[in-house]
């Protein structure tokens, strides 16, 4: 895939992601947003309805002394009575209707004390609604005749409530506020209205004077500019200026649950969609890199063959010559270069099968009581030569006292080779080489240091991956195909061991071989 064309894919899908999330985010803060201001409006209309049914439950008992004590006084102090009255004649008929209305108005004194006031007095009106009609019609003897009828009569209840309640906000407006409503009765109107409306939140409720508060008010109340509210209290009254507080702690609890369930079920989808894209980058990078790496592979493979192909078909050319099949030593160098060649490309395929093989679980390691020490001569000896070719050395420092491992010594031995292989290969000038061995607690650890090239802190972290080598310009400076260490790490795997690198750029590399004893 063209690399402009997979950065764009990766840069849209994204934005598609991002916007998928910031649209998850948008909705829940937009949901809890609408929530609070539900709650907001229903808080609100409790509150509202609380005041009015304290008003009206004071109202009503003033009112029911009033009326009581009003309707058994038969003599009133004054009356009066205004009527209006007009005429209808139809001439057709030869007749005539008077309509009148009338109201009676009876004014009462009543003592004061009737209503814990100060003032002496109080003086009503009672107000009593008279409609009539009266027909008159001339006879045919001449005699006229009339009709008077009571269209209706009755007592102006209304209007006498207002006057009332007028009188009472005047007269309460005196009394104190704790005397006028208590503690167990706001509650209960709260807790009743709250039900109502399908709220299930704990209050704290609290009146307030003049912003000052009263002794009307439950322990728990505490002010906050988020979850309290007010409404005011008689506010007939221009006084006192009362105020019921009432603060919901609950409030966010009961806004979060209620879109609690949704909020979950969207994140836990937008994650799954999150954790599918980023496994889904993850791979295909992945896959890009391996595809990067196998041709990598091939080139280096080819280059790697081409090379012993071209040598094996020069020493048979040279073989052909009279003069070289006459002269011993001629023949004995030519065939040492093809038997080197061939077991080099030998050993190249031996590497690829080897690693197919341990990723298809089909070799079989058996395993024995070894000394590691021993199995660390084998692999020294293996690659002496080319170490005292170089000019350099391969030192040995044993302070492990026990070294007694479960493992496959054929395996076990290749590991160390291909270590010190590498050692060889990354060292540019002579190879310098240090094996250390320790015991730390039921371990032995086994450490190959080298004077290399040594490795950045990236490429570290990836030299035990299949196919993996780096890059350093020229990919063909250092032989081999990144098939050593990850064959390295599979073997320690099976052996339950471990492996880590310690290493700087242009300081060497220290390889740590951690394994069981058994004693």
């Given at each position: 895939?063209?690399?402009?064309?997979?950065?764009?894919?990766?840069?849209?899908?994204?934005?598609?992601?991002?916007?998928?999330?910031?649209?998850?985010?948008?909705?829940?803060?937009?949901?809890?947003?609408?929530?609070?201001?539900?709650?907001?409006?229903?808080?609100?209309?409790?509150?509202?309805?609380?005041?009015?049914?304290?008003?009206?439950?004071?109202?009503?008992?003033?009112?029911?002394?009033?009326?009581?004590?009003?309707?058994?006084?038969?003599?009133?102090?004054?009356?009066?009575?205004?009527?209006?009255?007009?005429?209808?004649?139809?001439?057709?008929?030869?007749?005539?209707?008077?309509?009148?209305?009338?109201?009676?108005?009876?004014?009462?004194?009543?003592?004061?004390?009737?209503?814990?006031?100060?003032?002496?007095?109080?003086?009503?009106?009672?107000?009593?609604?008279?409609?009539?009609?009266?027909?008159?019609?001339?006879?045919?003897?001449?005699?006229?005749?009339?009709?008077?009828?009571?269209?209706?009569?009755?007592?102006?209840?209304?209007?006498?409530?207002?006057?009332?309640?007028?009188?009472?906000?005047?007269?309460?407006?005196?009394?104190?506020?704790?005397?006028?409503?208590?503690?167990?009765?706001?509650?209960?109107?709260?807790?009743?209205?709250?039900?109502?409306?399908?709220?299930?939140?704990?209050?704290?409720?609290?009146?307030?004077?003049?912003?000052?508060?009263?002794?009307?008010?439950?322990?728990?109340?505490?002010?906050?500019?988020?979850?309290?509210?007010?409404?005011?209290?008689?506010?007939?009254?221009?006084?006192?200026?009362?105020?019921?507080?009432?603060?919901?702690?609950?409030?966010?609890?009961?806004?979060?649950?209620?879109?609690?369930?949704?909020?979950?079920?969207?994140?836990?989808?937008?994650?799954?969609?999150?954790?599918?894209?980023?496994?889904?980058?993850?791979?295909?990078?992945?896959?890009?890199?391996?595809?990067?790496?196998?041709?990598?592979?091939?080139?280096?493979?080819?280059?790697?063959?081409?090379?012993?192909?071209?040598?094996?078909?020069?020493?048979?050319?040279?073989?052909?010559?009279?003069?070289?099949?006459?002269?011993?030593?001629?023949?004995?160098?030519?065939?040492?270069?093809?038997?080197?060649?061939?077991?080099?490309?030998?050993?190249?395929?031996?590497?690829?099968?080897?690693?197919?093989?341990?990723?298809?679980?089909?070799?079989?390691?058996?395993?024995?009581?070894?000394?590691?020490?021993?199995?660390?001569?084998?692999?020294?000896?293996?690659?002496?030569?080319?170490?005292?070719?170089?000019?350099?050395?391969?030192?040995?420092?044993?302070?492990?006292?026990?070294?007694?491992?479960?493992?496959?010594?054929?395996?076990l031995s290749n590991v160390i080779v291909n270590i010190l292989d590498n050692a060889i290969k990354y060292s540019e000038e002579e190879p310098k080489i240090d094996i250390y061995s320790e015991n730390v607690k039921n371990s032995i650890i086994l450490k190959i240091r080298d004077q290399g090239m040594g490795m950045s802190k990236p490429v570290q972290k990836k030299i035990f991956?299949?196919?993996?080598?780096?890059?350093?310009?020229?990919?063909?400076?250092?032989?081999?195909?990144?098939?050593?260490?990850?064959?390295?790490?599979?073997?320690?795997?099976?052996?339950?061991?471990?492996?880590?690198?310690?290493?700087?750029?242009?300081?060497?590399?220290?390889?740590?071989?951690?394994?069981?004893?058994?004693?």
């Amino acid at each position: 895939m063209n690399k402009k064309l997979f950065v764009l894919l990766i840069a849209l899908m994204s934005l598609s992601l991002l916007g998928i999330v910031f649209v998850q985010g948008y909705w829940i803060s937009n949901a809890y947003s609408t929530k609070a201001e539900q709650f907001t409006i229903n808080a609100k209309q409790v509150l509202i309805s609380v005041a009015k049914e304290i008003q009206l439950r004071e109202n009503e008992a003033y009112y029911q002394v009033y009326s009581a004590y009003v309707d058994s006084i038969q003599i009133p102090d004054n009356q009066s009575f205004t009527e209006l009255a007009y005429r209808i004649q139809n001439k057709a008929t030869n007749e005539t209707y008077i309509y009148t209305d009338g109201i009676l108005e009876q004014d009462y004194k009543l003592s004061s004390g009737l209503f814990d006031s100060d003032v002496d007095s109080v003086q009503f009106r009672k107000l009593t609604s008279r409609k009539t009609k009266t027909k008159i019609s001339e006879g045919l003897d001449g005699i006229t005749m009339t009709d008077t009828r009571v269209e209706s009569f009755s007592r102006m209840k209304d209007y006498e409530r207002k006057q009332f309640e007028d009188f009472v906000s005047n007269v309460t407006a005196m009394v104190p506020i704790y005397k006028r409503v208590n503690e167990e009765e706001v509650r209960n109107l709260i807790a009743k209205e709250l039900k109502e409306r399908g709220l299930k939140s704990k209050f704290e409720f609290a009146i307030y004077s003049n912003n000052l508060e009263t002794k009307v008010r439950s322990k728990g109340f505490k002010f906050d500019d988020e979850s309290t509210y007010t409404v005011p209290l008689f506010v007939n009254e221009n006084k006192n200026n009362y105020e019921l507080y009432v603060n919901f702690s609950e409030k966010e609890k009961l806004v979060l649950n209620s879109i609690l369930g949704m909020a979950i079920l969207s994140l836990v989808f937008t994650a799954v969609i999150i954790l599918a894209y980023s496994s889904a980058i993850s791979q295909i990078y992945k896959q890009r890199q391996i595809s990067q790496i196998k041709s990598d592979f091939i080139n280096n493979m080819t280059h790697e063959f081409k090379t012993p192909i071209a040598t094996i078909n020069l020493a048979l050319d040279s073989l052909k010559n009279p003069k070289v099949k006459d002269n011993k030593e001629f023949l004995d160098r030519y065939l040492g270069m093809i038997r080197d060649e061939n077991r080099r490309m030998n050993a190249q395929v031996e590497n690829v099968l080897r690693i197919s093989k341990l990723e298809k679980n089909e070799l079989d390691l058996p395993k024995e009581r070894l000394d590691l020490k021993d199995i660390v001569e084998e692999a020294i000896s293996h690659v002496s030569l080319i170490v005292e070719d170089r000019g350099g050395y391969i030192n040995t420092h044993y302070g492990a006292l026990k070294s007694t491992v479960l493992a496959n010594e054929s395996h076990l031995s290749n590991v160390i080779v291909n270590i010190l292989d590498n050692a060889i290969k990354y060292s540019e000038e002579e190879p310098k080489i240090d094996i250390y061995s320790e015991n730390v607690k039921n371990s032995i650890i086994l450490k190959i240091r080298d004077q290399g090239m040594g490795m950045s802190k990236p490429v570290q972290k990836k030299i035990f991956e299949k196919f993996y080598r780096e890059h350093t310009g020229d990919i063909h400076n250092v032989k081999g195909h990144g098939l050593g260490l990850a064959y390295v790490k599979r073997i320690l795997d099976d052996h339950d061991a471990e492996i880590y690198v310690e290493s700087e750029k242009g300081k060497g590399s220290t390889f740590i071989i951690k394994l069981h004893l058994i004693s």
